[in-house]
């Protein structure tokens, strides 16, 4: 997809929001733009909604007094219009690391979806509708819980939720997951969970939880087969051949009766001084398995942007509707940059592409902001040329600066994926 393309379909996304609002200073469509891409304004160490409301001021060149602009914020409208916007960019905004589909087609999968979830602090008067789960860390917080399809740099899944819901309850849509790999940490673990996965043809990648009472019905590889057969995956002690790795089926069962077969592969870590063990039903070579874990380290940065670029860190009220609009703000913000920054490193050698940072990707965001801003709200065609060459100027910075000193977990998973060919 070029880049010129992406921007088009993004701009007719916000133009299908109506900017006509008679009893308002500013129109929907220019308030939702400033809301997206206000974080680029506001060095404070804590976001103000007096803050955004200047930065709309100065930006859109109006007045707005601070009792209309909170207002506006708190309206259901202005929450369903941004509500809907998400929506309409899940799943959808999306460009595809074309090198990827080698790595894909190794695995058998269509799409590797990472899941996890994080928390952001409210004000101590939000705690009500939104309670924290440790009352002497924040007393208010609420749970974003996320699914990001790794190659295609989008959003495929979200859930907000009050930071006590349990992650287990923010998991996407099982029937969403056919053909898909998704790879989840111990927060998420749960035997029916994997179970369903392989039932609707899915394929999962986890952390074997400390202990699990799992079965050892065959060995494949690393341990002999007479001593470890019939027993519990951590009954007994494991030889010592640390630079092995271990791979059998395990039998996991509920209520005591046996639900499922699946691969348990361990590989040894040498600063724990102990084996590591995944589980998954992925059929690629057990090499593969600690890498593509490794790749769940993208969803974290993908946080961390949201955290720290986009400013979800510091959601400045307790209003639940104006919470939930800055949550959608920066979601929006975040369904742009993933995308771009696939679209910009297209442009890079092989070796280049398999080392963006999605955390380095909110960062050009925040660079282009103001460029976004008037792109969104303008008409000029100028406009769009002084976006695109503002982002060409960015776009070496979403690369880890220190990929050519050591390989990547993908470019790992790549290299191995070559070898299978």
Same mark, same amino acid.
């Given at each position: 997809?070029?880049?010129?393309?992406?921007?088009?379909?993004?701009?007719?996304?916000?133009?299908?929001?109506?900017?006509?609002?008679?009893?308002?200073?500013?129109?929907?469509?220019?308030?939702?733009?400033?809301?997206?891409?206000?974080?680029?304004?506001?060095?404070?160490?804590?976001?103000?909604?007096?803050?955004?409301?200047?930065? @709309?001021?100065?930006?859109?060149?109006?007045?707005?007094?601070?009792?209309?602009?909170?207002?506006?914020?708190?309206?259901?409208?202005?929450?369903?219009?941004?509500?809907?916007?998400?929506?309409?960019?899940?799943?959808?905004?999306?460009?595809?690391?074309?090198?990827?589909?080698?790595?894909?087609?190794?695995?058998?999968?269509?799409?590797?979806?990472?899941?996890?979830?994080?928390?952001?602090?409210?004000?101590?008067?939000?705690?009500?509708?939104?309670?924290?789960?440790?009352?002497?860390?924040?007393? @208010?917080?609420?749970?974003?819980?996320?699914?990001?399809?790794?190659?295609?740099?989008?959003?495929?899944?979200?859930?907000?939720?009050? @930071?006590?819901?349990?992650?287990?309850?923010?998991?996407?849509?099982?029937?969403?997951?056919?053909?898909?790999?998704?790879?989840?940490?111990?927060?998420?673990?749960?035997?029916?969970?994997?179970?369903?996965?392989?039932?609707?043809?899915?394929?999962?990648?986890?952390?074997?939880?400390?202990?699990?009472?799992?079965?050892?019905?065959?060995?494949?590889?690393?341990?002999?087969?007479?001593?470890?057969?019939?027993?519990?995956?951590?009954?007994?002690?494991?030889?010592?051949?640390?630079?092995?790795?271990?791979?059998?089926?395990?039998?996991?069962?509920?209520?005591?009766?046996?639900?499922?077969?699946?691969?348990?592969?361990?590989?040894?870590?040498?600063?724990?001084?102990?084996?590591?063990?995944?589980?998954?039903?992925?059929?690629?070579?057990?090499?593969?398995?600690?890498?593509?874990?490794?790749?769940?380290?993208?969803?974290?940065?993908?946080?961390?942007?949201?955290?720290?670029?986009?400013?979800?860190?510091?959601?400045?009220?307790?209003?639940?509707?104006?919470?939930?609009?800055?949550?959608?703000?920066?979601?929006?913000?975040?369904?742009?940059?993933?995308?771009?920054?696939?679209?910009?490193?297209?442009?890079?050698?092989?070796?280049?592409?398999?080392?963006?940072?999605?955390?380095?990707?909110?960062?050009?965001?925040?660079?282009?902001?103001?460029?976004?801003?008037?792109?969104?709200?303008s008409n000029s065609a100028t406009a769009v040329e002084a976006l695109i060459d503002k982002l060409n100027l960015q776009k070496n910075e979403i690369f880890d600066p220190n990929w050519k000193k050591r390989e990547t977990s993908l470019a790992q998973a790549m290299r191995l994926a070559e070898n299978c060919i």
């Amino acid at each position: 997809m070029h880049l010129k393309t992406f921007l088009d379909q993004m701009k007719n996304r916000f133009g299908n929001i109506s900017n006509e609002d008679p009893r308002a200073t500013i129109g929907t469509r220019d308030l939702i733009a400033t809301l997206v891409f206000c974080f680029s304004r506001d060095r404070g160490n804590f976001r103000t909604l007096d803050c955004v409301r200047k930065f @709309a001021q100065s930006t859109l060149n109006v007045s707005i007094s601070r009792g209309a602009f909170w207002e506006r914020l708190a309206t259901e409208k202005l929450q369903k219009i941004l509500g809907g916007l998400v929506a309409s960019m899940v799943n959808k905004f999306a460009c595809k690391l074309s090198i990827t589909s080698q790595l894909l087609k190794v695995l058998n999968v269509s799409a590797i979806l990472l899941l996890d979830s994080s928390s952001s602090s409210l004000p101590k008067s939000a705690k009500e509708n939104f309670p924290a789960p440790r009352n002497n860390v924040a007393p @208010a917080a609420i749970k974003l819980h996320l699914c990001f399809d790794l190659f295609a740099g989008a959003v495929s899944w979200f859930k907000l939720t009050p @930071a006590t819901t349990h992650d287990r309850k923010g998991f996407p849509p099982i029937n969403s997951l056919i053909g898909k790999l998704i790879i989840f940490d111990l927060g998420y673990w749960d035997y029916q969970l994997m179970a369903d996965i392989i039932k609707i043809g899915g394929f999962f990648l986890s952390r074997v939880k400390t202990k699990a009472n799992i079965k050892i019905i065959e060995v494949i590889s690393g341990l002999p087969k007479t001593k470890f057969e019939g027993w519990g995956l951590f009954d007994r002690k494991l030889p010592n051949k640390k630079s092995r790795i271990v791979e059998v089926i395990g039998q996991f069962s509920l209520n005591y009766k046996p639900l499922f077969n699946t691969r348990i592969v361990g590989f040894w870590n040498p600063i724990s001084q102990q084996y590591h063990w995944y589980a998954t039903n992925l059929l690629a070579p057990a090499e593969f398995i600690y890498p593509l874990y490794r790749l769940r380290w993208q969803v974290e940065l993908v946080f961390k942007s949201f955290k720290s670029c986009l400013r979800l860190a510091d959601l400045p009220t307790a209003n639940p509707k104006i919470i939930y609009a800055l949550i959608y703000s920066t979601l929006i913000a975040t369904m742009i940059a993933h995308p771009i920054a696939n679209i910009l490193a297209l442009e890079f050698k092989k070796e280049k592409q398999m080392t963006p940072s999605y955390q380095r990707a909110g960062m050009i965001i925040v660079q282009c902001a103001s460029d976004f801003i008037q792109f969104l709200i303008s008409n000029s065609a100028t406009a769009v040329e002084a976006l695109i060459d503002k982002l060409n100027l960015q776009k070496n910075e979403i690369f880890d600066p220190n990929w050519k000193k050591r390989e990547t977990s993908l470019a790992q998973a790549m290299r191995l994926a070559e070898n299978c060919i």
